[in-house]
């Protein structure tokens, strides 16, 4: 059974190690660092350091075997906390592929509706990510039709809004 509680520093080692490629960072980071690979002191770094930390959420999930995913919930916007929004979601490489993902994404929700009260939450997902985006959808997220283009090399991603709203979960 998977659970939330909130990140460590310590985490970082074990999260920083399941980025394989510099493809799956960008799937997982986008462009929020501006070098690969990175270490678990440049996640801490960032986390420590960005604007507006007080309003970013960092939690870990694990189970019965140890960490197992990585999730941060944010206030996107100054004084609306009634949408929140996910990112830097992963799982261990080892253990993708068996629910765990979209099972953090169903207890990530859960936070986000019973504790923080918000009545939104949105997400940004790359097309190219099919995983990660059949996820989300089968999570209950609906795309918003909104999109962005991302460079990564020679390639053109386009990055997709997505959103549930509280009650659709």
Same mark, same amino acid.
């Given at each position: 059974?998977? $659970? ?11 999260? *920083?190690?399941w ?20 270490? =678990?002191?440049? #996640? ?7 604007? &507006? ?54 207890? =990530?929700? $859960? ?12 997400? &940004? ?5 099919k ?5 989300? #959808?089968?999570? &209950?997220?609906?795309? *918003?039709g909104?999109?962005?283009?991302f ?10 809004? #997505? ?7």
């Open positions: 059974m998977l $659970r939330l509680r909130p990140y460590r520093k310590s985490d970082a080692e074990a999260i *920083t190690g980025i394989k490629d510099e493809r799956s960072f960008r799937f997982w980071c986008a462009d929020r660092f501006d070098h690969y690979p990175i270490t =678990a002191a440049d #996640l801490n770094d960032q986390y420590d350091n960005s604007e &507006g930390a007080a309003d970013v959420f960092h939690f870990t999930a694990y189970d019965e075997d140890g960490i197992a995913g990585h999730i941060n919930i944010r206030f996107p916007e100054s004084g609306n906390i009634d949408t929140v929004r996910f990112g830097y979601v992963i799982i261990d490489d080892r253990k993708r592929g068996r629910g765990l993902g979209r099972e953090m994404i169903s207890l =990530a929700l $859960r936070y986000s509706f019973d504790i923080m009260k918000a009545e939104k939450v949105t997400i &940004g997902v790359f097309a190219e990510n995983p990660a985006l059949g996820c989300y #959808l089968s999570a &209950g997220f609906r795309d *918003t909104v999109s962005e283009k460079f990564f090399y020679d390639e053109e991603w386009c990055c997709k809004e #997505l959103e549930i709203t509280k009650g659709k979960e």
